[in-house]
């Protein structure tokens, strides 16, 4: 549990989905729909302003009754969220998470607070599924005589 989430980013895709901060509602919904996606940073000059999930589309955007075509980034987004750098471990990402109640985290540079990447909830899982399964498997051949 140790493992720095450095690790988990380096398995999945480079990409990380952005909007900026006077896109729209609209506009960022197409962003993570396209991209099969749960959220998106809001970037302003080229640094991070904010993130926006679909939990603040429902609860800022819907039951505020807001128009998303007409409502700006700006006035909707998590400003100044919660970040991690790359060293950060799975286990305090998982505290993050579970304290917090969220599951998407940008990653940021520790030196110059650039944007490395985002880490979700289910980036975590999967990672925890994997471990666990290999782990599972080195008891068995250990068991059945294999070292």
């Given at each position: 549990m140790n493992t720095p989430i450095a690790v988990l980013l380096s398995r999945k895709s480079s990409g990380v989905f952005s909007v900026a901060v006077t896109a729209s509602v609209a506009d960022a919904v197409r962003v993570m729909n396209l991209h099969k996606v749960g959220s998106v940073v809001v970037?302003?000059?080229?640094?991070?302003?904010?993130?926006?999930?679909?939990?603040?589309?429902?609860?800022r955007v819907?039951?505020?009754?807001?128009?998303?075509?007409?409502?700006?980034?700006?006035?909707v987004m998590t400003r100044d969220p919660l970040t991690v750098t790359p060293q950060t471990s799975v286990e305090v990402v998982?505290?993050?998470?579970?304290?917090?109640?969220?599951?998407?985290?940008?990653?940021?540079?520790?030196?110059?607070?650039g944007l490395k990447g985002i880490i979700s909830i289910g980036d975590v899982t999967r990672w925890m599924v994997d471990e666990n399964r290999a782990e599972?498997?080195?008891?068995?051949?250990?068991?059945?005589?294999g070292f």
């Open positions: 970037m302003q000059s080229g640094r991070l302003a904010g993130i926006f999930t679909e939990r603040d589309v429902l609860t819907v039951a505020s009754g807001r128009a998303p075509e007409f409502t700006s980034m700006v006035n998982m505290r993050l998470f579970t304290d917090h109640r969220c599951r998407h985290l940008p990653v940021v540079d520790d030196e110059d607070g599972a498997e080195h008891l068995k051949q250990y068991i059945a005589g």
